[in-house]
């Protein structure tokens, strides 16, 4: 299809080609632009870290531990399901526009979270909160591959990794001493100035096409498909074993329905799709191993350690700095020599040995081992974070990199949703299986699975002796956690030898990087003269207006 050529849907014709806003800036203004980025990374960063070290805490308020893994996982169910579409939105409307939404509707369904009454109630909520998380996600990456050529990306890219080692005892401490309310507002200022910096600090292209012919752009389908697909095969995950059991038709019926709704899903973005989201897919292991790990380290440190929701935030920092040191040295390797495989290859090699370490990990394992072992973990998972992504985008034309870029979001995150059910039934089913043997009555198994940490308190409630909890922790919550590792193991293994195999080398430099540069250069040097230009008739109209008085008057 030429640039002119046009497409009908439903009856209107509608223009298929969206402006080009690659707009690559010299190196003064790029770092301009990332600040305000930063700002926009290091709230959903740090919502992630400072929400999994909380979370006990917050099921412990409820009463609801067996459904606690709903609070992350709508988060990241509605982060997942709107990812993709905030690509396409910010193709049609533009970059600011898309990102500024992102960030109002973040701060509005955090903001409404603290002041949640049930726990249905705050799963709603966060599932709001993570719409524009969706989208900010996104978005940071897309508007870095407008402005940043695609060798110098990874350079830029390694200074959007903030230090947020602090999440985990920034929410760790707010929910011990303050309030677990403050998990969710804790985050709200910088969410604010961060979306004040996007409005007034990204200067990017505008777009072009009236509000009809953008709207009708949107794949409202795909949007719909991929929302109750997610939620339907995350609802069996969550229930089987626990609320109902794995062979019932409460679980087997939503879980065959989300499989047809993928299936779907996948002949509309291949046969009926106006512009398909997904033109490509890749990997979404990282996202469930990470986020495995992100909110079930801190859980197993409460529990079987005894340690406080502050304690276990801090005693988690070894795995988030080791993957931000990652991120950051293999950033500047892939900026310098322009090859990522080998950094792709290592990294998840490493972030597969170190899982099947940690799953060694109970109350007798030394504190130092575990240290090391978490280290070794966030640097195999950090040194993949980004270079996953240079790959993808070196494999498309710019015009598709929007899309290549809320692809990678999108799986990352899907794998993130799939995670935390996945990783809850494997641990809510070991603790009922150690407590059937037990002949506990259903009340108490119910009330240990909403509130596992009550097996540290001395003398156990619910009429359990010490030695009963000691089991119960022994052969079912650590047996369950070692399953946990024992499947992110297997999956950061499928990870490398799926990497060595699929990715290819390609070059990231291609040709016209000066060219763009030279252009947004002048764009930049021509604004600023209309600017100036657009200001001085209306000064000299400001002289022109004052009166001038004799000077017999004005003496």
């Known amino acids: 299809m030429t640039l002119e050529e046009e497409k009908t849907v439903v009856g209107i014709s ?299 935030g801090i005693f988690i920092i070894p795995f988030v700095l080791g993957q931000v040191f990652a991120a950051v040295g293999s950033g500047l390797w892939v900026s310098r020599t322009g090859k990522y495989r080998f950094v792709v290859y290592s990294g998840f090699a490493l972030f597969s040995i170190a899982c099947g370490c940690i799953s060694i990990f109970n109350a007798q394992t030394s504190q130092g081992v575990m240290i090391v072992l978490m280290l070794l973990a966030g640097l195999g998972g950090g040194s993949t974070l980004q270079t996953t992504t240079v790959a993808a985008q070196a494999s498309v034309e710019r015009k598709d990199m929007a899309v290549v870029s809320a692809v990678r979001n999108f799986l990352r995150s899907l794998g993130g949703a799939l995670a935390l059910p996945s990783s809850a039934a494997l641990l809510n089913n070991a603790l009922r299986a150690s407590m059937s043997s037990l002949s506990l009555s259903s009340n108490t198994i119910t009330a240990i699975i909403n509130d596992p940490s009550v097996l540290r308190n001395s003398p156990p409630p619910l009429g359990i002796s010490p030695l009963q909890a000691q089991i119960i922790m022994s052969t079912g919550y650590n047996k369950g956690f070692k399953d946990v590792f024992y499947l992110n193991a297997a999956l950061a293994t499928l990870a490398f030898v799926s990497s060595v195999v699929l990715i290819k080398h390609k070059e990231l430099l291609r040709g016209d990087e000066e060219r763009l540069k030279m252009e947004a250069k002048e764009a930049l040097r021509a604004k600023a003269r209309v600017d100036t230009v657009d200001a001085k008739p209306a000064d000299a109209a400001d002289i022109e207006m004052e009166p001038v008085l004799p000077q017999s008057s004005q003496q």
Not at 165 to 184: C, E, K, M, N, Y
Not at 211 to 224: C, E, N, Q, T, W
């Open 14 to 312: 509608v223009p298929s080609q969206l402006t080009d806003q690659t707009n690559l800036l010299p190196h003064r203004q790029i770092r301009i632009v990332m600040f305000a980025l930063s700002l926009c990374n290091l709230v959903t960063t740090l919502d992630q870290v400072v929400v999994s070290a909380a979370l006990s805490t917050v099921a412990s308020a409820f009463n609801a531990g067996s459904v606690s893994a709903w609070i992350p996982a709508a988060y990241l169910m509605t982060s997942t399901a709107f990812q993709p579409l905030y690509g396409r939105l910010s193709d049609i409307f533009g970059r600011k526009a898309a990102i500024a939404l992102a960030m109002g509707i973040y701060i509005v369904g955090n903001l409404i979270a603290g002041f949640s009454r049930s726990i249905i109630q705050l799963i709603v909520f966060r599932a709001i909160a993570g719409i524009g998380d969706g989208g900010a996600t996104s978005m940071v990456q897309i508007v870095i591959s407008d402005v940043v050529s695609l060798r110098d990306r990874y350079e830029f890219g390694s200074q959007l990794i903030w230090m947020f080692d602090s999440g985990p005892i920034i929410g760790g401490s707010l929910a011990q001493h303050v309030s677990w309310r403050w998990t969710f507002w804790i985050t709200l200022p910088i969410s604010f100035f961060a979306a004040v910096g996007v409005v007034f600090l990204l200067p990017l292209k505008p777009v072009h096409g009236n509000m009809r012919s953008k709207l009708l752009m949107i794949d409202y389908i795909g949007v719909a498909l991929t929302l109750a697909a997610c939620t339907m095969i995350m609802l069996p995950l969550i229930w089987g074993g626990t609320t109902f059991p794995w062979d019932s038709a409460v679980v087997l019926g939503p879980l065959c329905a989300g499989v047809v709704c993928v299936g779907i899903f996948c002949i509309w973005e291949i046969k009926g799709a106006r512009l398909p989201l997904i033109p490509s897919t890749l990997s979404a292991i990282f996202g469930f191993v990470f986020f495995s790990m992100l909110f079930y380290l801190p859980q197993f440190f409460q529990v079987i350690l005894g340690f406080s929701p502050t304690r276990s």
